[in-house]
């Protein structure tokens, strides 16, 4: 990929994240509520009118709806993300803190991902119709099947509740406490992941140039490593790529299920309680998550599978 194809990409990025935060925006007011009136029904105190109407313009609720994106747009081009309403903090660098959390989450869930699910991948390619292809098969279908929020339960019973090596609740950012949430989402990725894995294998061992080193008496160990392999890595990056994407985002149910202060558990609060600004840095973070990973993907496209870069020269 060309950098001139990579400057137009990033230049995409302002028409999308923009008419992105309108329509969040938008969708947001249609809700019916603000911040102030479920922020006054969580405290449980009951409010006159004239006290709600005085917070609301306080906090600008009271315009039309169109100046109230204008005034967050142009806080948001000059660098300010603004107030949240419920916390009073400043949104970027509350929205920064829980970054750390998420970003732990999301490396350490990638790596057990790709240590299950390309080793067993290949495993179940190689041994194709046998029993440990259909032992995995299975356990992959299992996996799949069982939602995340179970899966937690599970895991929370038996290693922190029947065994107690890991603890029920996050305490800080340490790999104690990721180690739960990060194998309750590597487990539905990887029983994913590696049908897929399979898949890629067993469509390259029916390629021309694989029956062609086996003639030549290289054993498949070797083209499966030098060749198989690579080819089968455009596929792992896709998958890949987009976990990365949802991950970065946050997993409400997980993160809520393990107390796991990150950045999914936030937008969840933000929205139950209609944290206008905080919603937005979310919405922000999202846009510009997904396109990035999309361009750091079509690059290493371009880098990995030299189809692909010869295709993009001659068009």
């Not at 995409?12 to 603000?34: K, N, Q, R, W």
């Not at 140039?209 to 160990?221: C, K, L, P, Q, S």
Request: hydrophobic content about 50%.
């Amino acid at each position: 990929m060309r950098g001139t194809d990579i400057r137009k990409r990033l230049l995409l990025l302002i028409p999308m994240v923009l008419g992105i935060t309108f329509l969040s925006f938008a969708l947001m007011h249609l809700a019916g509520s603000d911040a102030v009136l479920q922020k006054a029904e969580s405290s449980g105190i009951a409010l006159s009118q004239e006290v709600l109407e005085a917070q609301r313009a306080e906090l600008g609720l009271d315009q039309p709806f169109i100046l109230q994106y204008l005034n967050w747009l142009g806080r948001f081009l000059t660098g300010d993300m603004g107030t949240s309403y419920v916390s009073g903090k400043d949104v970027w660098s509350t929205f920064l803190s829980k970054l750390p959390a998420t970003l732990l989450l999301t490396g350490t869930s990638l790596l057990l991902t790709a240590g299950i699910a390309i080793p067993l991948g290949i495993l179940s390619a190689v041994k194709q119709n046998r029993f440990t292809d259909g032992l995995i098969r299975v356990c992959s279908f299992v996996g799949n099947s069982l939602p995340n929020f179970f899966v937690a339960l599970l895991l929370m019973y038996l290693l922190s509740i029947q065994m107690p090596v890991f603890p029920v609740i996050a305490r800080g950012i340490g790999w104690r406490s990721a180690a739960l949430p990060t194998l309750t989402l590597a487990i539905a990725m990887s029983a994913k992941y590696l049908r897929q894995v399979r898949a890629a294998v067993l469509e390259e061992r029916n390629r021309d140039y694989v029956a062609g080193e086996r003639a030549r008496g290289i054993r498949f160990g070797v083209t499966l490593r030098k060749s198989v392999l690579r080819s089968c890595m455009v596929t792992l990056l896709t998958l890949m790529s987009l976990s990365a994407g949802s991950l970065l985002g946050g997993t409400a149910i997980v993160e809520a299920i393990f107390m796991w202060d990150g950045v999914g558990k936030l937008a969840v609060d933000a929205m139950e309680m209609r944290d206008y600004p905080m919603i937005q840095a979310y919405v922000v973070w999202m846009a510009l998550i997904y396109a990035l990973i999309n361009l750091i993907t079509d690059v290493l496209y371009h880098v990995l599978d030299p189809r692909i870069r010869l295709e993009g020269e001659r068009s």
